[in-house]
């Protein structure tokens, strides 16, 4: 399994913007689909964004389509979500995962490995 650890997370106001990472180590990154996943406090967690190995193909949910990107740079194994135009009701912790199998895909049941998350609130 790889290692995964976020950073980037914060406090920002409505319509601004941050970029997570996550950094992964212990294993050959580029062999990972990766996904960005979160949980607001009292819901279930969901899926936000996922990238194929080589980053060429991108998967997202339709309440951030065309607000977040997710992107990678398997020479620094680590992988990013640019969030823009936040809203309040994106503030989660967010967490990153890693899947072997191919294939972008939505179900949390389907990622080998988790980092801890990060904590983004939006301020209104």
């Known amino acids: 399994q790889v290692q995964l650890v976020e950073s980037g997370g914060g406090l920002v106001q409505a319509g601004g913007s941050l970029r997570l990472s996550c950094a992964a180590s212990?294993?050959?990154?580029?062999?990972?689909?990766m996904g960005w996943f979160r949980q607001a406090a009292g819901k279930e967690r969901e899926f936000v964004a996922a990238?194929?190995?080589?980053?060429?193909?991108?998967y997202y949910a339709d309440s951030v389509k065309g607000r977040f990107t997710i992107s990678r740079d398997n020479a620094k194994n680590t992988v990013y979500l640019q969030m823009n135009r936040l809203k309040p009701e994106d503030a989660a912790v967010y967490s990153c995962?890693?899947?072997?199998?191919?294939?972008?895909?939505?179900?949390?049941?389907?990622?080998?490995?988790w980092g801890q998350g990060t904590q983004v609130t939006v301020s209104s």
């Open positions: 990238l194929s190995w080589s980053g060429a193909s991108t």
């Open positions: 212990g294993r050959t990154f580029s062999n990972y689909v």
């Open positions: 995962a890693a899947k072997r199998r191919y294939g972008l895909r939505s179900s949390e049941y389907e990622y080998d490995s």
